[in-house]
């Protein structure tokens, strides 16, 4: 029984991406994909700075729109896990050991959030929430004391994320 998708057989070859007068003329690339624009040097440099606080400030700082998007990912992670984290984890080690464990990352979210400083980059995170830069403008909904430990005081209004990806 199973599933109808694994019941049929694997297709040998891969459709072709073509129409019928490309195929008969070899592609300039020789199917390989065109060729994209890396990373730019400069983002690759904050990267590679050792410490969480330079390295999430830069990338906040920098207007290049790579930096930004880094920079969106790792402030929505951290307001994501922080909002939900009483629904899914007894606690912040708990979500950190199951995102290393899980996805293969050196540090969880709330590891490297402390270690780039808990106090700056939530108040970092709560400025974005107010310019509306945020996936969601829930509030952090504890406090941002130097415990890795969180302390929740309430939670937020269904109505404070809207039609978001983030359930509030």
């Not at 057989?9 to 300039?28: I, L, M, Q």
Request: glycine letters at 8%; one cysteine or more; charged letters at 20%.
């Amino acid at each position: 029984m199973g599933c109808a998708l694994f019941q049929q057989p694997y297709p040998v070859s891969p459709p072709h991406r073509w129409s019928d007068a490309s195929e008969t003329a070899a592609p300039a690339n020789h199917g390989q994909p065109a060729e994209r624009p890396g990373v730019d040097p400069g983002v690759s440099e904050i990267l590679r700075l050792r410490d969480p606080a330079a390295r999430l400030a830069a990338l906040r700082a920098s207007d290049h729109p790579q930096a930004q998007f880094l920079w969106a990912l790792h402030r929505d992670l951290f307001h994501y896990c922080a909002y939900h984290l009483g629904d899914i984890a007894d606690g912040a080690r708990q979500l950190d050991f199951a995102i290393r464990w899980g996805y293969g990352w050196k540090l969880g979210p709330f590891e490297l959030w402390q270690a780039a400083g808990w106090r700056q980059v939530s108040e970092w995170i709560r400025e974005d929430i107010a310019a509306g830069k945020a996936l969601c403008n829930a509030p952090l909904c504890f406090s941002a004391n130097l415990s890795p430990q969180i302390k929740w005081w309430r939670k937020p209004t269904p109505s404070a994320c809207g039609p978001s990806m983030m359930r509030c």
